[in-house]
């Protein structure tokens, strides 16, 4: 059985400059070889069906990547993305409760580089495109979107 490596945040530039070739050396090291292992990634969509649900995704998104930035450990993350400083900032307005205002400081551009952003029709050609030659698995959290619009995304994911 394959063991998983996951991580909850990340950039398609990060996973391939850091998280891929110190998971390949890892493997070696333990005389394990890529086949013993499922690389699985969730994925943060933003999607909707018109454009106020797409700024609930957007707001809710970014919300999240915040809360995730404002962690010291993941400023090697937004370094990758030339965003270090942003982590400071997040990191004291976590420590002052300012949760909501934090997702303000997530751009539309530092947003894209986390989230797959677009209509439901297209988002699962997204992820392919941008994660199907670094994972074997992913997991995705759609903020606002209906239970019929992701089972049409899994299943064009899966198919």
């Known amino acids: 059985m394959p063991v998983s490596i996951a991580s909850a945040f990340k950039t398609t530039e990060d996973c391939v400059q850091l998280t891929l070739p110190a998971s390949e050396r890892g493997m070696a090291k333990s005389g394990r070889a890529r086949q013993d292992f499922e690389i699985s990634y969730p994925v943060f969509v933003v999607t909707g069906q018109n454009e106020e649900e797409m700024k609930a995704a957007e707001v809710a998104t970014a919300k999240q990547i915040a809360f995730y930035g ?24 976590s420590k002052q409760g300012r949760w909501d205002e934090m997702g303000t400081l997530i751009t539309p551009d530092i947003l894209r580089e ?4 677009g209509e439901p029709k297209d988002i699962a050609q997204q992820i392919k495109g941008r994660y199907g030659d670094i ?4 997991s995705a959290a759609y903020a606002t979107m209906p239970r019929e ?6 299943a064009e994911l899966s198919g």
């Open 135 to 138: 994972v074997d698995r992913t």
């Open 149 to 154: 619009d992701r089972m049409q995304i899994i």
């Open 114 to 117: 986390f989230a797959v952003v």
């Open 70 to 93: 404002s962690t010291p450990a993941y400023r090697p993350v937004l370094e990758s993305i030339n965003a270090g400083e942003l982590q400071d900032e997040l990191n004291k307005m």
